[in-house]
């Protein structure tokens, strides 16, 4: 593998609509097991197809699946398709799940990603070990010695906070809020933190995609607006104000004044998140999408000198910004006062200390482990080694992505998935011909949004030029991982500076091949796949096609369906922010959409109603893409036997309490055991192959069955 890996590339990464979600720890089962799991599925799966049959109309034939067998199950309890259809298919192969003390959640893309790790650990290994000193700027030099400087405890002990100092004492010493936003600017302007004010990213202009604009960020609400201000998650707020104390107590304060400024820094949170944007309000540009003048935003802010914050940040002289959220900017400036100068100065501080931490010694990284295990509901810490391996990969995503790509991505795959791609597309078009609350002039612009989709698989043609600019200074000419993350900060927002001004180049990747994910993209009316992906039990090129339908298929038609879900639908062909709906037929949408928010409310988890609000754009893609593949399949009983087996054997998972309720908090995802059941008890075609009566747990009303796309 080590003879391979000769010059690689790295980016940034933008937030996109994903099919599967951020997860926490995630390696329970471990590569050698998955080919045992799989023969489980497939044993699932022949028990499905051991049936009897009877009449379900003049076409199909409905199939009454024999109860299955729990002898090998830890169950005391039998399951029926007819009632939860999840726990039907996916009991065996649960059972065989146990977290580990070290886990939160377990699903396929965490298993898969654990494997891609391992992987990519294989090379590290090579590399450390091999005694050779490597051309500087290769790979193998900056994977080799950015190892050193993650595993190097001593210097990273020695090293403290050392390179963030001076800018920590700039926010500490400020005198006066001008000289706290001066501080802030500086450290933004250069790095890329942000905590209160002089956030911003630059990222394609949503009413123009083919320009870039410049997009001022929102005040950081640490643990996030949903723990801060929810029912059930105070306990988890309570841990949290415990880390910040304990943060500030290692950075030095005395107990009495970490006390006083934990209080300071609650009273300031709550505050900001009382006027913050909820997770859902952020996906609608009609709210977040607020142009500014440089002027507006001097009365926006009118507490602090904007023409000179934004010099600072090297981002003056812009005809336009975007303000995300400007009720919280509102509430920001409000608190831009004097006498809260030492509550902002401690707020800052612990962002930037919470940011840093898993690059700082060991007991900051060791605090902010702790705090993550509590929230999610881990008992027990990875390993030193396993920690330091993650650590390197996420230091250097884009070379390590090409030694992905060379060792692990198939042609043949790609050029099959092509293919599906291709028929997916087109059954879409024929699924939007037949709605009959669109107009015949609304129906061609879906089309050309259809027609015009860019499609990218595997990974770029042209790797990221951000790779070269990045360099690893090792330890032994004054290097830290602290310095080093610094650098790859200072890269950042040099990369993004330099496309200001510029024309979207729309063929860039902002996503890594070794990725375990899907997007779509609205801004480009672009879907991602990347190599990743590409690999059972998503695709399996041995799988029937049904299987394979119901796999990456039914990812593939998720993405799709994301340029039509209540966010992406308001995005035209190209990208670019332009309602073209009638104002009938965005009635007619919203009423269905409504329908679903109450659909979805009443599935529950651990007693906790899932928000419908929150997962409504995904709870859109799933519908739109269980349509999709059920009518490329037809009447054919045996292969929509298959797709709904595989969809559901995909979305298998085991979550702790904690990761749960962090999932029903903060996921736009529905929790996969809904995402299942839900989506096939509004799917016509599930009951014309399954024997399911109106006493059964599955059984949906048909004028009660929701969706956008039918």
């Not at 904007?306 to 981002?315: A, G, S």
């Amino acid at each position: 593998m080590k003879k391979r890996i000769l010059a690689l590339l790295m980016v940034s990464v933008l937030t996109l609509q994903l099919a599967g979600c951020d997860t926490a720890n995630t390696d329970t089962v471990g590569k050698e097991t998955q080919d045992s799991i799989k023969d489980m599925f497939n044993s699932a799966r022949n028990d499905r197809e051991n049936t009897e049959e009877s009449s379900a109309g003049e076409d199909t034939e409905a199939l009454e699946t024999e109860e299955p067998g729990t002898e090998d199950a830890d169950t005391d309890t039998e399951v029926r398709y007819q009632d939860d259809y999840y726990e039907f298919v996916n009991q065996n192969l649960l059972s065989k799940i146990e977290l580990a003390a070290t886990d939160a959640h377990w699903d396929w893309f965490g298993e898969l990603n654990a494997v891609v790790s391992s992987e990519m650990e294989d090379i590290i290994d090579e590399l450390a070990g091999d005694g050779n000193t490597y051309e500087k700027g290769s790979s193998e030099q900056k994977i080799k010695d950015m190892y050193e400087c993650v595993t190097n405890m001593e210097n990273r002990e020695k090293t403290g906070l050392g390179p963030l100092k001076p800018h920590m004492d700039s926010i500490r010493n400020a005198s006066s809020i001008d000289e706290y936003v001066d501080a802030l600017a500086h450290l933004s302007g250069e790095f890329g933190f942000s905590s209160i004010v002089g956030g911003y990213n630059i990222m394609q202009d949503k009413a123009d995609s083919s320009e870039y604009a410049v997009y001022m960020m929102y005040a950081d609400t640490l643990i996030g607006k949903e723990y801060v201000e929810g029912e059930n998650t105070q306990e988890y707020m309570d841990l949290y104000l415990d880390y910040i104390n304990d943060m500030l107590m290692e950075f030095g304060m005395t107990a009495d004044e970490a006390a006083q400024s934990t209080d300071a820094i609650e009273g300031l949170l709550r505050e900001i998140c009382a006027s913050t944007l909820t997770t859902e309000q952020l996906y609608d540009p009609a709210v977040t999408y607020n142009v500014y003048t440089a002027q507006d935003l001097q009365a926006l802010y009118s507490n602090i000198d904007v023409p000179k914050m934004l010099k600072t940040l090297r981002i003056d002289g812009q005809d336009r910004y975007i303000v995300m959220d400007v009720e919280q900017a509102k509430k920001v400036n409000s608190l831009l006062e004097e006498e809260n100068l030492q509550a902002l100065k401690d707020y800052s501080t612990f962002v930037m200390l919470n940011d840093t931490a898993k690059y700082a010694n060991a007991n900051y990284a060791k605090l902010s482990d702790d705090m993550r295990n509590a929230l999610y509901g881990i008992t027990e810490s990875w390993g030193d080694e396993k920690t330091w391996k993650n650590l390197t990969q996420d230091m250097l995503p884009w070379d390590f992505g090409m030694i992905y790509v060379e060792e692990h991505f198939s042609a043949r795959d790609k050029e099959a998935v092509e293919e599906m791609i291709g028929q997916i597309l087109e059954e879409y078009e024929t699924i939007i011909k037949r709605q009959d609350w669109m107009s015949d002039a609304t129906k061609q612009k879906a089309i050309r949004k259809l027609d015009t989709m860019q499609v990218k698989i595997g990974y770029p043609d042209e790797w990221p030029a951000a790779r070269d600019m990045m360099q690893v200074t090792p330890v032994s000419e004054g290097g830290s991982l602290l310095s080093n993350l610094l650098v790859s900060m200072q890269v950042a927002i040099e990369d993004s500076l330099n496309k200001l001004g510029t024309k979207v180049d729309r063929s860039e990747w902002d996503v890594t091949p070794q990725t375990i994910n899907a997007m779509y993209d609205p801004l480009n009316n672009e879907i991602i796949f990347p190599a990743a992906i590409l690999q059972a039990p998503f695709y399996d090129r041995d799988n029937s096609y049904g299987a394979n339908l119901g796999g990456i298929g039914f990812v593939i038609a998720h993405e799709v369906s994301h340029a039509f879900d209540s966010s992406g639908a308001l995005y035209d062909e190209y990208g670019n922010y332009n309602v073209w709906w009638t104002e009938e037929e965005l009635a007619e949408y919203k009423k269905m959409s409504e329908s679903i928010v109450d659909y979805y409310s009443e599935y529950e988890m651990m007693g906790v109603k899932v928000n419908g609000d929150l997962t409504l754009m995904e709870n859109i893609a799933d519908l739109g893409a269980m349509t999709c593949i059920t009518s490329i399949i037809g009447d054919d009983a045996k292969a929509l036997d298959e797709a709904f087996g595989q969809m559901t054997y995909n979305w298998a998972s085991e979550d702790t309490a904690s990761f749960m309720m962090y999932l029903l908090n903060t996921d736009t995802h529905s929790p996969n055991k809904v995402r299942v059941n839900a989506v096939l008890s509004s799917c016509d075609a599930f009951y014309k192959i399954y024997d399911i009566k109106e006493t059964d747990g599955m059984y949906v009303a048909p004028e009660d069955r929701v969706g956008i796309w039918k």
